[in-house]
């Protein structure tokens, strides 16, 4: 190649490096992720949705300790443990650009009683409860302060031939609706009261002593429905004698009534009872009972209190 040529070349050369080095500063960057998130809480899961542009993946990080979470979806959905209580929500948002995280805050409010008892709009299998075998049973007297009568050990029902009943569940539902899963096929029941409604019961010496028995075959009624009423006042005819009766009036307190026959614990002559505490770990009410012989002309009239407390049942 002769000189000419030579610089030819080299022109061309240098062209075609300057024409590739221009055609690369002028390549557009690939740009960064952008995210924005929204946010719904009901009770205590919160749905998050991510609204993002130039992202491939997510790692949500919600602020509990739970491990993170990585996904596609730009739709999360996340259950707290802890109502009352605010987290701090970091999400990273990764694409061909980079990555990059945005972080918002969810506050949960604390549980009223009526989220505590049914477990909340979310729960919507419903909360159910049980009575707690692990807790002693107290017989009160139907006063208007419910006076100790005297104090059974925990598993009483066990001790007295009816540990079944301790396996009975009741299901309380956020709209209003109530259900009872009688797992061993019957009910916990006053013996009077199945004795004058002419109930199939087994019961021991024990439980008849104690005016107890387990009605059984035993279907419980369904489509019942059951109402939460703080700050209630009830009146309940009672007797102490058996031979004349009295009303007695218990004011402030919170209710529990139900639809049809439905009754929380105990099949008796009243299915109403009166919640005492409420709390996440444990539910304690006092039913009424009857315990007088069937052909007593106040057969029906309230004799004894029993202050039992119920568990939930996680589900």
Not at 15 to 26: E, V
Not at 47 to 74: C, L, R
Not at 92 to 104: D, L, R, Y
Not at 131 to 156: M, R
Request: hydrophobic share 40%; with cysteine; aromatic share 10%.
């Amino acid at each position: 190649m002769n000189m000419n040529g030579l610089k030819m070349y080299m022109r061309l050369v240098s062209l075609f490096s300057l024409g590739a080095l221009f055609f690369s500063a002028c390549k557009p960057s690939t740009p960064a992720p952008t995210a924005t998130i929204t946010s719904n809480v009901l009770d205590n899961m919160v749905t998050f949705n991510v609204v993002s542009s130039n992202a491939t993946s997510y790692v949500w990080s919600f602020g509990d300790g739970d491990s993170s979470i990585v996904t596609t979806s730009t739709l999360m959905t996340h259950t707290y443990q802890n109502y009352g209580t605010t987290y701090s929500v970091n999400l990273k948002i990764m694409g061909p650009g980079g990555e990059v995280s945005v972080a918002t805050t969810i506050t949960l409010s604390a549980q009223t009683q009526m989220e505590i008892l049914t477990g909340g709009a979310s729960l919507t299998s419903g909360q159910a409860w049980r009575i707690s075998s692990a807790t002693p049973i107290i017989l009160a007297n139907p006063d208007s302060i419910l006076s100790v009568n005297q104090t059974y050990p925990a598993g009483f029902l066990t001790l007295l031939g009816l540990g079944k009943a301790y396996l009975d569940q009741y299901i309380f539902f956020s709209t209003g609706n109530y259900a009872i899963n009688n797992v061993s096929g019957g009910a916990l029941a006053g013996l009077s009261y199945c004795t004058v409604n002419k109930i199939p019961n087994v019961s021991t010496q024990s439980s008849a002593n104690a005016g107890l028995t387990y009605a059984t075959p035993f279907t419980p009624s369904i489509d019942l429905g059951f109402t939460f009423n703080p700050g209630s006042t009830l009146t309940v005819p009672v007797t102490t004698d058996g031979i004349t009766s009295t009303n007695v009036t218990y004011k402030n307190v919170t209710t529990l009534n139900f639809s049809k026959q439905g009754f929380l614990g105990l099949l008796d002559f009243r299915n109403g009872c009166i919640v005492r505490s409420l709390s996440t770990s444990q539910m304690t009410v006092a039913l009424f009972i009857s315990n007088l012989p069937s052909t007593s002309a106040m057969a029906g009239k309230i004799t004894n209190v029993l202050l039992v407390t119920f568990e939930p049942i996680t589900q």
